[in-house]
């Protein structure tokens, strides 16, 4: 792997709030709050030695406020910008004599205040967006229409995420939730639509002692104070998991910032927690790509019949995580000087861009096959379906919690303790979370005993 902080001009040196790369490409989209979006090629030096950098390509202005989220279509011919003031915009592809160029397609109006997240559906019909205005909204991205109205948060909407099956929306908000959204068809007129319903809310957690008889409830995600506009959450590309920022565990030594991993899918430990990280988790992101097991580790988090590789940001780090090792196998820490604000994955997962608040991005590239073997298409087709069930977590292995860098000993408990009683979030059901962890000494961690245990019950 290298890379790291690219120093040009990315954004008039104003921040840059988000980043995504183009589904087909390398070609890199920023923006910020400068009002404009840039587009930039990627380039690989040829001497390993030095970090890979950008070309700027084309601006595309048309935003009249501070752009929060952008976000490229499946396909790669549209392009999907919100910003300040509620302002969403489509852009279309078009092949011009002096090459690509980007025009502005649809205007989607309805948000009454800043657009914070947004992200496509799979097949490029439907757009989801997430506001200060406290909503989520659904759009037809081929009409340009507002296709359906969710809001039943009560503060800003902070991360938008869509099921890559189709089967599911979710949205976390500052006011301390997290709502899944199941897709409930209705009928009009012999025509079946898109219909998602609010099917369950995370928010808070029964917290147990060391006296089992005693237990209280406890919230699951930071308050309004979290210093970060975004909290952008992200669904795994076989749509097995969903990650979830923007965790928190309170103690009597000190908060505990998390990462949450809830199972969308078959009878199987619904979710573990990333414990650890000195600053709030504002952002994860799934690699694209699908990779062979490696066979090294027996720690893993998910028994998968491949690997699936995920970044995690906080306020000023980066921690790769992949699903066959409980330790992270890359951090990245002390690149920027303010808050990050997105992360984006190239298609073939050779780069990783992070966006800041200081005005840069960082950019890292890896060479090919090492984060390993990417499955071939064949081989993808034989782990669809039930294969990719993932299987119980195997509490009594060894651990590692991110900061610390300290191995728990055999007799401790791990990271994740799960309960699970129920089927298919398809049906009605409930799903019993338990997460268990440690603290030693004055870092989060104390003694080699368990302080607290969070159970949470999940009526779908």
Request: aromatic share 10%; net charge neutral; hydrophobic share 35%.
């Amino acid at each position: 792997m290298r890379g790291g902080t690219v120093q040009i001009n990315w954004h008039d040196t104003k921040p840059v709030l988000t980043c995504d790369f183009h589904p087909l490409s390398a070609l890199l989209a920023t923006a910020g709050a400068d009002y404009d979006i840039k587009l930039w090629a990627t380039v690989s030096s040829i001497d390993q030695k030095e970090a890979p950098g950008v070309t700027y390509k084309s601006n595309l202005s048309y935003h009249s406020s501070a752009v929060n989220a952008l976000r490229f279509s499946p396909s790669g011919e549209q392009l999907a910008s919100g910003a300040d003031g509620g302002e969403l915009i489509l852009w279309k592809s078009r092949t011009t004599d002096a090459g690509e160029a980007w025009k502005v397609l649809k205007s989607l109006v309805f948000h009454r205040k800043d657009v914070l997240d947004l992200q496509w559906s799979t097949d490029g019909a439907y757009l989801i967006s997430g506001s200060v205005d406290n909503s989520c909204i659904i759009w037809d991205a081929n009409k340009g229409s507002v296709h359906q109205i969710l809001d039943a948060h009560f503060h800003y909407v902070q991360g938008v995420a869509w099921d890559p099956l189709g089967k599911y929306a979710a949205s976390l908000s500052s006011d301390r939730t997290c709502r899944i959204y199941s897709n409930k068809p209705s009928k009009s007129k012999g025509v079946e639509k898109t219909n998602y319903v609010s099917q369950h809310v995370i928010s808070k957690a029964e917290s147990q002692t060391t006296d089992e008889s005693k237990s209280t409830k406890s919230h699951l995600f930071h308050d309004e104070t979290l210093p970060s506009f975004f909290r952008r959450l992200a669904w795994s590309p076989d749509g097995s998991f969903l990650l979830v920022p923007a965790g928190i565990s309170k103690s009597k030594l000190s908060n505990i910032n998390l990462s949450f991993y809830f199972n969308t899918k078959q009878r199987s430990p619904p979710a573990l927690m990333l414990p650890g990280a000195s600053k709030p988790v504002v952002a994860v992101r799934f690699c694209p790509i699908r990779f062979n097991l490696r066979g090294t580790s027996s720690a893993s988090f998910f028994k998968l019949p491949y690997r699936l590789i995920f970044a995690v940001a906080t306020l000023n780090s980066l921690y790769i995580y992949d699903t066959e090792n409980i330790q992270p196998i890359l951090i990245v820490a002390g690149i920027h000087y303010a808050a990050i604000t997105d992360i984006a994955w190239s298609p073939t997962g050779n780069y990783l861009a992070l966006s800041s608040q200081d005005g840069y991005c960082t950019l890292l590239q890896f060479e090919n096959e090492e984060l390993g073997s990417p499955m071939v298409l064949s081989e993808e087709k034989q782990v669809v379906g039930d294969a990719n069930i993932p299987e119980a977590i195997n509490n009594n292995k060894d651990s590692t919690f991110v900061d610390s860098g300290k191995e728990m000993k055999k007799n401790e408990e791990s990271t994740c303790v799960v309960n699970y009683d129920g089927s298919s979030l398809c049906t009605s059901t409930i799903i019993r979370i338990v997460f268990g962890f440690v603290s030693r000494g004055n870092k989060n961690y104390c003694n080699s005993q368990i302080i607290k245990r969070i159970v949470l019950d999940l009526k779908i």
